[in-house]
């Protein structure tokens, strides 16, 4: 905390709330890749995930429930050079935020969006999100999901995402290391943290990850989209976490020309006689 040019100011988090490393390693991530706070955009939505951006000396933006995505799009497309990265929660993403996830893939605009994944909602005190486990009791499911959870690295992959990754907050180097390639990577990344949430999801611990995960060797190739989508369907007693996909796709930038070629939009002057002869169509 406190320390260096990404300082983190005091959290509201609970004292061993997964949310802390997850913010640790954003920080090296941006520091490994010789980032400057000043380019830097941090984007969430709303949930305790969703509070990063006020705690890390960036750009920060928090946008309403479900709608990280929205801005984040927008400030890339305002100024290609920021580098934009999306900290939120599963359910913000996954369930309020879900359309916005699903057609930003589609587009493939240049962010980067790390879901802190702790399988419920836990701002308003633990009721089911989008990736919990079906049959599993919360404070409101109290007979348990009746809902299928939502695989995110499969639906990713499905609508075309070049990068899709899984990480475990609980193995900080790792965690960093694929934090650093997403953020590198040209176009949208998905990286979906597993995160405990220490007061109100007491499936999912830090016992109960560590148990399961295993981490993907040099075996693994992440080019073949077969074998990732098979890699994103393994959940249960085996969970693998690194860099399930990456391949590289065109952008939204790379298409449309005026996006992709000369300055930012913010730092082009509008031509004003251009502006009044179009308006003269609407007159
Ligand atoms: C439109 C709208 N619906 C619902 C809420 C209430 N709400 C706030 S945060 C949240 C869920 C947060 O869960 P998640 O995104 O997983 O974040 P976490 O708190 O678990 O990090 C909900 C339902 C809201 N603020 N706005
Ligand atoms: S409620 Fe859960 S997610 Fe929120 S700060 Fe506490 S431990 Fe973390
Ligand atoms: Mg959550």
Known sequence: MGEGKFYTTETAWCPGCGDYSILESLKDALN?????????????????????????????????????????????????????????????????????????????????????????????????????????????????????????????????????????????????????????????????????????NKVNTFQWYSKRIYKLDETYHPSNKMAAMEKAMEWGDKIPIGIIYNQEKSTYHDKIGFLRDGKPLVDRVPDIEKIKEFMKDFE
């Not at 830097?40 to 939505?45: A, E, Q």
């Not at 802190?116 to 404070?139: C, E, R, V």
């Not at 009746?146 to 609980?170: D, E, I």
């Open 32 to 200: 490994r890749l010789g980032k400057e706070p000043h380019e830097v955009l941090v984007v969430g939505g709303i949930g305790q995930a969703a509070k990063t951006p006020q705690y890390i000396n960036t750009n920060g933006f928090c946008g309403l429930h479900g709608r990280a995505v929205p801005p984040a799009v927008a400030a890339k497309i305002a100024n290609k050079d920021l580098t934009v990265i999306i900290n939120t929660g599963d359910g913000d993403s996954y369930g309020e935020g879900g359309n916005h996830f699903i057609h930003n893939i589609r587009r493939n605009v240049d962010i980067t969006h790390f879901v802190h994944d702790n399988q419920i909602y836990g701002l308003t005190k633990g009721q089911a999100s989008p990736t919990t486990d079906l049959g599993q009791t919360t404070s409101v499911q109290t007979m348990g999901t009746m809902n299928n959870p939502l695989n995110p690295l499969l639906l990713a992959l499905a609508l075309g995402a070049g990068f899709v990754a899984r990480a475990f907050s609980g193995d900080r180097e790792h965690l960093t290391s694929i934090m650093v390639e997403a953020i590198k990577y040209k176009g949208y990344a998905l990286v979906d943290i597993l995160q405990p949430c220490v007061s109100f």
